[in-house]
């Protein structure tokens, strides 16, 4: 089903992606709390960026507070339950990827889409529809694509499954390929788009890849399915975008990696050698740094320790001056201090007095950009690293 022309930009994105695969896989031992923080902080982002593209408006320091277990009280409970419904489904594939009797099977899709609704009998959760469903522009309301009719849903999903099982495509393009016919297909009531990105990026653990956006450009590339479901449609233009999309994301990556990998190393410097604190307050002051909220919650469950550790740690480090108490009650929380900037900027041999003076977070933002270029041996983008963006 679904025509494609391995183009020469086609073929140059497969190798480029291959080529930072290799890259990131060679980074060599990494600090093993840096790394199971890296994957919490990619799980979130990633969790806000597609239940965003479902219209739910929950950001990545929020899901982050979320999948940890401290909804903030601005997110509504229905939003919250978008953001835990999708990180329960990528771990459902995580889990699933590497398994010796994995097998790409109809039952496989309807669980993670069940995932993905939270189990939600009333929204269809791990059921094929069985009327016909249409998008429609969310602006103007009008339809802008008919799917399949129900009837031919089963067949097109069993199709799908027994290509993935048999195909000879290289993991992107794999990937691009089943994002693009099961979001043709929509075969469910709810949950189609968050199960077809999902799906494809199980597709590319499978291929050994490991890494995971702008909404319109996200949706333009749909347009080559036209306005009904063609099962003869060229989708080449997809499997472009798609994997152009999946190279600069690889990019941003190795970057980032390279980035957060030497500011955490600083911090947990300043916490074990300069604080004499044990090293887990370093997620602390890495969320600080950031401009992230830190409730008692959140750092007890990304530290894993108790109620009364939390409390001795954060207060060390406000007495410490690198962070500042704020609000209180339901509300109190702390942020970054000016000296964590300061002390940061030494141990990275940048001088203080050079960075803007500004806020906080425009300050971080500075020293962040900085590091970021000596690594990259020149400017880098805004996107490729992760800055402070004041909640955001």
């Known amino acids: 089903m679904f025509r494609y022309t391995i183009s020469p930009e086609i073929a140059a994105g497969v190798a480029r992606i291959e080529a930072l695969r290799v890259q ?23 969790t806000a960026a597609s239940v965003r593209l479902e219209g739910v408006s929950v950001t990545a320091d929020e899901a982050r507070r979320i999948l940890a277990g401290d909804r903030p009280a601005e997110v509504s409970e229905a939003d919250a339950a978008e953001a835990l419904g999708y990180r329960d489904a990528m771990a459902l594939v995580l889990n699933r990827a590497d398994d010796p009797a994995f097998a790409w099977q109809r039952e496989l899709l309807l669980a993670i889409q069940r995932a993905v609704l939270g189990g939600a009998h009333a929204a269809g959760a791990g059921r094929i529809r069985r009327t016909q469903n249409w998008l429609t522009n969310r602006a103007t309301g009008a339809q802008v694509y008919l799917p ?64 995971g956006r702008h909404p319109d450009d996200y949706y333009a590339a749909f347009h080559c399915l036209g306005d009904a479901f063609d099962p003869d449609v060229d989708v080449t233009p997809f499997v472009h975008a798609h994997l152009s999309a999946q190279a600069t994301q690889a990019e941003a990556l190795s970057l980032r990696n390279d980035t957060e990998r030497a500011l955490w190393t600083l911090l947990q410097d300043l916490v074990v050698h300069d604080l004499r604190m044990n090293e887990r307050a370093t997620h602390a002051l890495y969320d600080a740094l950031f401009g992230r909220q830190l ?45 964590l900037i300061d002390a940061v900027a030494v141990a990275a041999g940048v001088e203080p007095r050079l960075l803007p003076a500004a806020d906080l977070c425009d300050r971080g933002n500075a020293l962040i950009a900085q590091l970021a270029s000596r690594l990259q041996g020149g400017e880098v983008r805004e996107d490729s690293v992760p800055y402070c963006t004041r909640g955001r």
């Open 24 to 46: 990131i896989d060679r980074h060599g031992p990494l600090p093993r709390i840096w790394v199971g923080r890296t994957r919490r902080d990619l799980e979130a982002e990633a």
């Open 148 to 211: 399949p009719a129900p009837e031919a849903v089963p067949d097109l999903i069993d199709d799908l499954c027994e290509w993935l099982s048999t195909t000879a495509e290289p993991a992107p393009v794999a990937s691009s390929l089943a994002h693009v016919r099961l979001a043709a297909i929509h075969p469910f009531r709810d949950g189609n788009g968050r199960t077809a990105r999902i799906v494809a990026s199980l597709a590319m653990y499978r291929g050994d890849y490991r890494w």
């Open 295 to 339: 409730t008692n919650r959140y750092y007890r469950t990304v530290a894993d320790v108790s109620d009364v550790t939390a409390v001795q740690d954060l207060r060390r480090l406000v007495s410490a001056g690198m962070l500042e108490p704020r609000g209180g009650g339901r509300t109190s929380h702390y942020v970054g201090a000016e000296r």
